[in-house]
């Protein structure tokens, strides 16, 4: 650059960038050198290219007014052929008024010679993932506190096995434990930790997040959440536990950062339904496709048909059933895993790749509808396998262990290697009949194939990592280039937390009780008799030497207290002014705070690694978790 601004150096900016417009303009076919890469492309060709993306988000659209039938069987899958026939007329029409439809540029700036090495041998077998499938977006309910609560009744049948212990539980209406053992009622908390019985058919498994899915299936067993499932007149549940609890809600606000103190049904998305509480419209797909992704592939087949949360899309096939059989496997393929980060965007942790809707239907991917009936079989024998097993990073381990630019110096001077997910033996029979499904008969160009196709993908997720390391690097202030610092570690962390989860604990419950009264907690250690003291249960001692001792209305009130004082909160703190209230905050407060320092010790895990950093990183964090995150802080 100072040689260029040296006497003479304009006229050689100039000269260079007329030696790129002659080079540009002399270009009829793609080219590229170690400095740049020309892609040509016909204006026509781009023009119906959108024009084609317009006609099937026509079509999308079309389909997302009907209901999209859930059968696999031929008749089912004549059934949806008849519907698209019919809405043809209809979709070509919004397509010419549309007109252009867009398409994803990204690709030809982003995507290495490799995918278009692919695209130009085997393009006119892949196919738009939109062409095959409908992509919805999970339920939004309005108040996720309110309609999807966690099944808690395994647990407190463990913890209470008579019928004595269960009737001093804190529910807020009265059940027999006999009830819900036998799988008639299951007991439901909510966000503000109250529990509630209710009528099992009245309530679904419901997929909240892929947080605890680490391999490519979802099932009832793995989830503890559940949504309401309600779709009869308020006054024909009279009588039942559903109806308490739909009643108790219309009354609740569930304040939040995100939400005004509202009633949940004047909510604008409860207030815009039918019925504010109803969520029964929407129909379960074959698999759900995450909208949010980091270093794994995971798309998980759906098999037992249950519901999910927004941040995942529900993926319907379009097509008859060995096409819909063939597509998760497909999903699931590392050349999906290759295709699909020049379609979304990195937000954030520069590792964390967001995909919408448009993205997720405008992604190119193998055509299932070239998939033969041996072909099938094996694509679905691997992803079998795959579903046996955790699926891993797509990022070498040595680069997820660097964490500072000095540490990835050095690990990138490694001989190239393979991460342990791209050497299973079940993904690479995966990608091989992937391959075979492009139309590559050989078996020996199929390995080759695939053997390119991991250098790529280790090297593309390297390549963020290192990125991602670079970045968090230089979010630290004053540090050495070799010497990490826990605070600008947690720092960055920190601003990778929700809202919601950065709101300080003595403000988290001031919201929860708006009307309640302020209590005074003093310094020192905090300590609380047991409940069988007659004299004491009700009284908190901090510290010694005097010990300062602090009186209670009730036990539910002292031990409400006892655990704020051991999450290290002191000074004024608003809690409810009931007896009844403070008991069942103790138990959101619990669920918080659990909640709370899983999703930071995960943070600090991915940002500091392993051993004594992390615990630091973990620390800080969980200062700021409970304290709050100071305006400015000291290195």
Sequence with gaps: YERLTQEGGEQQRQESAEKLRDLILKTKKDFADGQLRIMVKRQGDLWSEGLSVAEMFAKQKALAGATIEGGDDEESAGRRNGQRARQTGAARQESM??????????????????????MREFGQRFTR???????????????DDFFMPRNVSADLLAKHQSEAEWRVLPLMRRCKRAEVESGAVV???CGDGTMHPIEAGYVRPEVHSLMQVDRPVVSPEQLDRVVLWVSQPLNELKGTYAHNFITWGSKQTFASNKSKSVPVP????????ERW????????????????QQYRHIVPSNPNRLVCNHNLFDIHALTHENLARALMPILNSTLVAFIKPFYGRYAGTEGNLKTEVVDSLLLEIPDPRHVTAPLLQRLEAAFSSMQQRKVTHLVEQAFLDCHTENEVRQAANLPPGLPLELQQTDRRELDDAVFELLGVAEPQRRQMLIEQLYREVAFHYRSIRIVEVQKMEQRR??????KVSPLNLAEAAWSELDPEWRTPLAAWLEEQSPTGKTVQLPDGEARLPAAGNFFEATTIYFGNKPAVSLVCESRAEAELLYDI??????????IPAHEGECRARAESLDLRLTEGKSKLEQLSQQYAGAGKLREQVATILTRWFIQGQPETVAS
């Excluded at 007109?99 to 692919?118: C, H, N, Q, S, V």
């Excluded at 999450?567 to 004024?572: D, E, F, K, W």
């Design 97 to 118: 008024a549309l007109e252009y439809g867009g398409g994803k540029w990204g690709r030809y700036l982003r995507a290495p010679d490799f995918y278009f090495d692919i």
């Design 187 to 189: 007991i439901i908390k």
């Design 565 to 574: 004082a051991r999450a290290g909160l002191r000074g004024p703190i608003t």
């Design 266 to 273: 004047e909510r604008s998305t409860c207030a815009s339904r």
């Design 277 to 292: 509480y109803e969520l029964t419209g929407l129909q379960p797909g074959i698999g759900f496709w995450p909208m949010a």
């Design 477 to 482: 202030q004053g540090t050495g280039a070799n």
């Design 129 to 143: 993932l939109g062409e095959v499938a409908a992509i919805r977006f999970g339920i939004k309910s309005g108040c």
